[in-house]
């Protein structure tokens, strides 16, 4: 999935398949994640530099607390850089938008 820059930022878009379809984050500084729906499984965010191999990393809440699955509903945010998706979740829609600000 690509996101578009207009002025710096992406405008939020649905995320289809955060599971199986990584977000092309490269040129996208901050990138935020809004989780809709109480997950029935926790989303797990990977990341990668080359698209091919993922490790697991962290995503922050609102509040700047860390984690390693997002369990409820709400926005989060990832450093952006590189590539990201999801090893697991479901039951939850998702959407995401980038910045350069």
Do not use: H
């Not at 977000?23 to 797990?44: F, H, K, M, W």
């Amino acid at each position: 999935m690509q996101l578009v820059l207009q002025a710096q930022i992406a405008p939020p878009q649905p995320w289809i398949d955060p599971i199986n379809d990584p977000l092309d984050c490269r040129s996208i500084a901050n990138i935020e994640v809004q989780v809709s729906g109480v997950p029935s499984t926790g989303y797990a965010p990977v990341r990668s530099l080359d698209g091919k191999t993922y490790f697991p990393c962290l995503v922050f809440d609102t509040r700047y607390n860390d984690t390693t699955a997002i369990t409820a509903e709400g926005i989060y945010s990832v450093p952006g850089g590189g590539f990201l998706k999801f090893s697991a979740g479901a039951g939850s829609t998702v959407t995401v938008r980038g910045s350069n600000t």
